[in-house]
């Protein structure tokens, strides 16, 4: 297992670079500059900072000094947060996001699997039908149209909950549910469909002759070959909670990494997009490699 999980790290550099590559070419693309403002600057000013920043140098050159400066890990100083690193912003943004994905993801899981489940062991009965409405609502209505409909509802009308900022768990409530909602539904249907086939496959049918119990044969030989494709399905769900939780964090004014790739995207800050783009894919690799070992655990069939 060890040699795999090098080779995968070894294979994970050229997409790290390719992604790096892309992202540089397209913020540089993108109209506008860094030093845009509000405020009219005069030539010699203008030409003072594009010195400071190595902006006057040519495209090619500012990407090799941007590579050099990430193989020391440096992530370069934001423009916008002035005299701030795009490390240190990293650094002060990622527990946020984790902390809300993480529960995003958690819920999800223990919701969708009983769901999954339940609907799976009363199929085409009541239960069934319930998670599977639940399930269509879910995948049916985006978290950039859940966010704002839950502050109105939970925040404006009836004053339950925050409807921003971070306050005590309370501020995570609405948050997480909007971002974990269309996971819920895509980890029960994932869960029906999986226990719908295993319950039919030819080993229960001879665990349950051999006169095991039925919570035995459940939880000791449908559950864990059920949760398969779920655990598959945790890799692009890692990465979409990530990606989903840069709306999440601008509708409820969350100051996590999100907000501030969107303020530093709208703000046209080169070295925040880039440091936050490059680092969001490094944990989606790397997440990937975990859901892929976890697997490999789960299923004895499965080789290295």
């Excluded at 004053?159 to 980890?187: E, T």
């Amino acid at each position: 297992m060890m040699a795999y999980i090098v080779k995968r790290l070894l294979g994970a550099i050229p997409t790290i670079f390719i992604l790096l590559t892309l992202t540089f070419a397209l913020v540089h693309l993108a109209p506008g500059s860094p030093l845009d403002g509000d405020r009219p600057m005069t030539p010699e000013v203008r030409a003072n900072l594009e010195a400071k920043y190595h902006m006057n140098e040519p495209l090619i050159q500012q990407y090799r000094r941007y590579l050099l400066n990430i193989a020391h890990l440096d992530f370069g100083t934001s423009f916008q947060y002035k005299n701030t690193s795009v490390n240190s912003l990293i650094a002060a943004g990622f527990p946020v996001s984790l902390t809300l994905g993480a529960a995003a993801l958690a819920l999800a899981l223990a919701l969708g699997i009983p769901l999954g489940m339940l609907a799976a062991v009363h199929q085409n009965h009541t239960a069934d039908y319930g998670a599977m409405g639940l399930s269509l609502a879910g995948i049916s209505v985006p978290n950039f149209v859940l966010g704002p409909l839950m502050v109105l509802v939970f925040a404006v009308y009836n004053d339950w909950l925050p409807a921003g900022g971070l306050d005590g768990w309370q501020s995570y409530v609405m948050p997480v549910l909007a971002l974990a909602a269309m996971y819920v539904a895509y980890v029960t249907r994932l869960m029906r469909a999986s226990t719908i086939e295993v319950l039919r496959s030819n080993y229960i049918r001879t665990a349950r002759a051999k006169g095991l119990s039925g919570f035995r044969v459940f939880f000791v030989h449908v559950l864990p070959a059920a949760l398969l494709p779920v655990v598959s399905f945790l890799g692009p769900a890692a990465a979409g909670i990530l990606t989903g939780s840069v709306v999440v964090e601008q509708i409820f004014g969350i100051p996590g990494l999100g907000r501030f790739f969107v303020t530093g995207a709208l703000n046209r800050d080169y070295t925040l997009v880039l440091g936050i783009t490059l680092f969001y894919g490094i944990i989606i690799i790397g997440f990937n490699l975990l859901v892929d070992v976890i697997y490999g655990w789960l299923d004895p069939r499965v080789t290295y």
